[in-house]
């Protein structure tokens, strides 16, 4: 809740609590009713003096129902509305980074580029340098520009190293043995996705490490090691159950 952070009037208390009214909704995938609860914010806020967090946070809540809904063109546009009006430059960052990622996602990769520069324009913490670096990364390796992708990669590594964020280290080492993959460097690929399970473990998330496996045996596979493959599928599934 916003109130936690700053004082609020009156009525930017009002606008909080439907705020956190679309957050359960949204939580619990009934975007229309957050839509209808935000709805409500939006028509509360009309010509009145209201703190750029308060509208920041209605406008992207009402950019996740829409996309939750499966208005992603619409969803993204609300986003980019409450990036207008951020003031705080690692917030701005922040918004720009997530709006690359769905770009990136939809394989749109010039709004994704364009998203991934502005978030470099503002930032100023390394856990934010994060996500425009690895997001330029995918961009490269979509693009088939293989040496350019891994540079990038690295780059972001090297942040989330700084930053000790050890879920997002084993998503880009992960992203570089894909790129790896595709270069047909088979034995570097297996090296760095059997690195990216040992982040994941690092950083307690189970079901990331499980999925990691799951691609180091597909590796293994490619590779022609059917039975080391199966053997690690098989201790995959004794560690499950």
Request: charged share 30%.
């Given at each position: 809740?916003?109130?936690?952070i700053m004082?609020?009037?009156?009525?930017?208390?009002?606008?909080?609590?439907?705020?956190s009214?679309?957050v359960?909704y949204?939580?619990?995938?009934?975007a229309?009713?957050?839509?209808?609860?935000l709805?409500e914010?939006?028509?509360?806020m009309n010509?009145q003096?209201?703190?750029?967090?308060?509208r920041?946070a209605v406008?992207?809540?009402?950019g996740?129902?829409y996309?939750?809904?499966?208005?992603l063109?619409?969803?993204l546009?609300?986003?980019?509305?409450?990036?207008?009006?951020?003031?705080?430059?690692d917030?701005k960052a922040?918004?720009?980074?997530l709006?690359?990622?769905?770009?990136?996602?939809?394989?749109?990769?010039?709004?994704?580029?364009k998203?991934?520069?502005?978030?470099?324009?503002t930032?100023?913490v390394?856990?934010?340098?994060?996500?425009p670096?690895?997001i330029k990364?995918?961009i490269a390796?979509?693009?088939?520009?293989y040496?350019?992708?891994?540079?990038?990669?690295?780059?972001?590594a090297a942040?989330?190293?700084?930053?000790?964020?050890?879920?997002?280290?084993?998503?880009?080492i992960?992203?570089?043995?894909?790129v790896?993959?595709?270069m047909?460097r088979?034995?570097i690929?297996?090296?760095?996705?059997?690195?990216?399970?040992?982040y994941?473990?690092?950083?307690?998330n189970?079901?990331l490490?499980?999925?990691?496996?799951?691609?180091?045996?597909k590796i293994?596979?490619k590779?022609?090691?059917?039975?080391e493959a199966?053997?690690?599928i098989m201790?995959?599934?004794e560690?499950?159950?």
């Open positions: 809740m916003i109130d936690e004082e609020l009037t009156p009525l930017e208390k009002e606008i909080d609590a439907l705020l009214k679309s359960y949204i939580q619990t995938y009934r229309i009713d957050a839509l209808n609860v709805s914010a939006q028509r509360m010509g003096s209201v703190h750029w967090r308060i920041t406008l992207k809540n009402t996740q129902a996309i939750q809904s499966g208005q063109e619409k969803g546009a609300y986003f980019a509305q409450s990036y207008d009006i951020i003031e705080d430059g917030d922040a918004a720009a980074g709006l690359a990622g769905y770009f990136l996602r939809d394989g749109k990769l010039e709004e994704a580029m998203w991934a520069d502005k978030a470099l324009e930032v100023k390394a856990d934010l340098m994060i996500a670096y690895q990364g995918g390796a979509a693009q088939g520009d040496p350019k992708a891994i540079e990038l990669f690295n780059q972001a942040y989330a190293e700084e930053a000790h964020c050890l879920t997002d280290l084993a998503m880009i992960s992203d570089l043995a894909a790896y993959n595709e047909g088979m034995e690929a297996l090296s760095e996705m059997f690195r990216a399970e040992r994941a473990k690092e950083s307690r189970l079901d490490m499980f999925r990691f496996v799951v691609r180091r045996a293994m596979y590779m022609g090691k059917d039975e199966k053997a690690l201790t995959l599934d560690q499950k159950n």
